[in-house]
């Protein structure tokens, strides 16, 4: 149980930061000059993973009292990593729309980026678990305390624990999808020999 209201109340904390980086953004898409939009989007999309990671582990700090490895620090980064994954699509998403220009060469793209996103910032939160100086940082900090206080706003607080709610089963579910992809090689060696095509092999 105390796994399962950790990631609840990590749900809870995503959706409360997410609302906050969404106002932000916006703000920073409608200052800045449209030529550098674009770069932008992408380097903001790593920042709000770093500061996340941030956020993550302050939460298990407090939950803990210490950054010590220990399972409910694993599944804290396991969690987040799974939720940096959430965006990933699949190639065969796109095999019925192949005749859309390079559709699924897009799909491919972006799933390297979020891969690389995903992947960089768990390794950072990884190293600030043994250096966490980053944590006490005044952006940080502003950030966790700004996070929480709208989490205790009476209205939107029950909505994301709402949020919490769906993201506690979308969790699970990805947890065993997981598994079931690490036990079931059998399956994976299919997925990869049906993707094993040329991408504009259908309109040729």
């Known amino acids: 149980m105390k796994v399962l209201s950790h990631i ?8 409360g930061f997410a609302f906050i980086w969404f106002w932000l953004q916006l703000l920073f898409m409608l200052i ?3 030529g550098i939009r674009m770069h932008l989007r992408y380097f ?4 709000q ?10 939460f298990t700090l407090k939950a803990e009292g210490t950054l010590h490895l220990s399972g409910l620090l694993i599944v804290s980064l396991l969690t987040y990593f799974l939720y940096l994954l959430r965006n990933l699509r699949s190639n065969q998403q796109a095999v ?10 897009k799909i491919r793209m972006k799933n ?3 891969w690389a996103v995903a992947l960089i910032s768990l390794s950072i939160t990884i190293l600030w678990v043994f250096y966490p100086a980053a944590l006490e940082s005044p952006v940080t900090q502003w950030f966790y305390v700004q ?6 706003t009476p209205v939107l607080g029950w909505i994301f624990k709402i949020a919490g ?4 089963l979308a969790t699970l579910i990805r947890f065993l999808a997981a598994i079931t992809w690490v036990l079931n090689p059998r399956k994976k060696t299919q997925a990869s020999d049906t993707e094993d095509f040329d991408p504009f092999e259908e309109i040729k």
Request: negative net charge; glycine residues 4%; aromatic residues 20%.
């Open 96 to 105: 019925q729309f192949s005749f859309y220009t390079n559709l699924q060469k």
């Open 32 to 34: 800045l000059p449209e």
């Open 165 to 168: 709610f769906f993201f506690l």
């Open 112 to 114: 390297e980026w979020e």
């Open 44 to 47: 903001l999309q790593l920042l």
């Open 147 to 152: 996070t929480h206080a709208l989490i205790n």
């Open 49 to 58: 993973s770093l500061f996340l990671g941030v956020l993550v582990l302050k």
């Open 8 to 15: 609840f109340h990590l749900g809870v904390l995503f959706s």
